[in-house]
Every structure is written in C-alpha cells, then in structure tokens.
C-alpha cells in the first residue's frame, strides 16, 4: 500500500520534472520559430504539468483510500511516464 | 512530411540549428566538415544533426565516408514551401 504510494508519488515527480524540460525547449524553439505545432505542443506540456503536480501534491497527504483505487491511481501515472519519457527521449534528439 | 519537418526543425531540441543547416545546404550541398566551419558549429553536433535530419528523410547524402555531402531530399523539395515558411522566422 505505502509502496505504491511511493511508486506513484516518484511517478509524478519524474512526470514533473520531464514536462519542465519539455517546456524549456518547447518555449526556447518558440521564441525562434513560431510553429503552430511548438505552440500546440506548449500548451498540451503546461496542461500536462498542471495534473501532475496536482496529483503529486494530492499523493503527499492523501485521504484513506480502498487499495484497489491506489494500486489503479498508481498504474495510470506509471504508464503516464513511460509516455513522457518516450516524448521526451524523441525531444531531445 | 509537414508534420516532420515542423517537428524536427521546430519541435526538438536541436530544431533551430538544423534549420540553419538545412538552409546552407540548400544554398550549396556541403559535407559535414564544411558545415562545421561555415555554421561555427561544433563538428560532431553537425554530424548529429545531419543524422537526425537523414533518418527523418530531411536530407540525403552520398555515402557514410568522410567527406560525404549532403543536399535536401527530393521529399523535402516536394515540400520547400514550408521549409521557407520555416526558415524566414530564423534571422540570425
């Protein structure tokens, strides 16, 4: 239970983290180039960041909660990483 | 290919830089070392660069050695409207 916490909780702090450089990047290439894509791609990091942070924030002093729905709570942000990091990794290329 | 061309010249980290690339070598095909003193870019970023721009079918070149030259690919011809678009927002 505490683990999975644990395993979302660094979940959201990598997801956070990752957005943050996306964004650098994203917003740097903006300034130079005005591509509708870049500014798209600002927009949908920003949004991205929001959720995470909240839901970082919400896993630091959660209520009591049935297993079922952390072990969920915590499957959906894991993939979420897997799915920045791929974005990211293609990025920073 | 407009899709991949906005991305890999405006999305990605190295986008700007690419875009100057591919701008000289439309002026005059050039190989890597060329581009390193002509851009006053570093020799490896340039050859990294050329790679991504190669794998994406941005450029083609006539072989792996040493003083292959590169030029824009008949894809990116097709498309050179959005490569100006794209690079009349660079001034450097």
Redesign the interface.
């Known amino acids: 239970m505490s683990l999975m916490l644990d395993a979302a909780r660094l979940a959201a702090a990598v997801n956070v983290v990752l957005l943050a450089v996306l964004l650098v ?2 917003i740097r ?2 300034r ?7 500014l798209g ?1 600002i927009v949908f990091g920003a949004l991205l960041l929001t959720e995470n942070a909240v839901a970082l924030y919400f896993y630091l002093s959660p209520p009591a909660m049935p297993a079922l729905a952390v072990r969920f709570m915590m499957i959906l942000q894991v993939l979420e990483t897997v799915a920045i990091a791929v974005l990211a990794y ?4 | 290919m407009e ?1 991949v061309l ?2 890999v ?8 830089n690419r ?1 100057r690339i591919l701008r000289a070598i439309d002026e005059r095909p050039r190989n890597a070392n060329r581009l390193s003193e002509d851009l006053d870019m570093a020799y490896n970023t340039i050859r990294h660069h050329l790679e ?1 721009l190669e794998e994406n079918g941005v450029v083609t070149s006539g072989g792996s050695d040493y003083g292959t030259v590169y030029l824009p690919s008949d894809r990116v011809r097709d498309h050179w409207n959005t490569v100006e678009r ?1 690079i009349s ?2 001034d450097d």
């Open positions: 990047i994203w290439n903006y130079e180039i005005r591509a509708p894509l870049t791609s293609v990025i920073w290329q | 899709t906005w991305q010249l405006a999305g990605t980290r190295g986008g700007p875009a991504v794209i927002q660079i």
